[in-house]
């Protein structure tokens, strides 16, 4: 891959790649985090499940999944806020909202985020027909964002 593309791309692919890898293998994943710094190079940002039943609502159990993906979003924030990252991405596993028109509801969605850019950027995925290959990723689908992760 080109070292001198934008950071925001080689992100884009190396998560989606990721996340596919694993939906290939195990056929789901749990939301995670990773960002690329100013020189270039990727770190994972985890987040946690906490065990904490009921944040939400009294009567409303916490997904694990949810918790993951929130603790990851809060990481990614402290994250960016301690400088040197470029770009910064939070995946997870979703149905992709109706309105969007997509082939196929089953996605990535991929929220992510460089100074003064901030998308969710949909991937629908689908099995693959074809024996040897698994998992078809279709074309994406953005959305504009408010800023999570880059705050002014």
Same mark, same amino acid.
């Given at each position: 891959?080109?070292?001198?593309?934008?950071?925001?791309?080689?992100?884009?692919?190396?998560?989606?790649?990721?996340?596919?890898?694993?939906?290939?293998?195990?056929?789901?994943?749990?939301?995670?985090?990773?960002?690329?710094?100013?020189?270039?190079?990727?770190?994972?940002?985890?987040g946690e499940f906490s065990a904490v039943q009921g944040e939400v609502a009294p009567d409303v159990e916490q997904s694990p999944v949810l918790d993951v993906y929130w603790s990851t979003a809060e990481?990614?924030?402290? @994250?960016? %806020?301690?400088?040197?990252?470029?770009?910064?991405?939070? $995946? *997870?596993?979703? #149905?992709?909202? =109706?309105?969007?028109? /997509?082939?196929?509801?089953?996605?990535?969605?991929?929220?992510?985020?460089?100074?003064?850019?901030?998308?969710?950027?949909?991937?629908?995925?689908?099995?693959? @027909?074809? %024996?040897?290959?698994?998992?078809?990723?279709?074309?994406? $689908? *953005?959305?504009? #964002?408010?800023? =999570?992760?880059?705050? /002014?």
């Amino acid at each position: 891959m080109n070292q001198t593309a934008d950071p925001i791309d080689r992100l884009f692919e190396f998560t989606v790649s990721f996340a596919k890898g694993r939906l290939e293998e195990d056929g789901d994943f749990y939301p995670f985090g990773m960002v690329i710094s100013t020189d270039g190079k990727f770190s994972a940002v985890h987040g946690e499940f906490s065990a904490v039943q009921g944040e939400v609502a009294p009567d409303v159990e916490q997904s694990p999944v949810l918790d993951v993906y929130w603790s990851t979003a809060e990481a990614l924030t402290r @994250a960016c %806020a301690d400088g040197g990252v470029a770009a910064a991405a939070l $995946l *997870a596993p979703v #149905t992709i909202p =109706a309105e969007l028109n /997509a082939p196929v509801r089953s996605g990535i969605r991929v929220h992510i985020e460089a100074p003064g850019i901030a998308r969710l950027i949909y991937v629908p995925y689908a099995p693959y @027909a074809d %024996a040897g290959r698994t998992l078809e990723l279709h074309e994406p $689908l *953005a959305v504009e #964002t408010p800023d =999570a992760f880059f705050k /002014a």
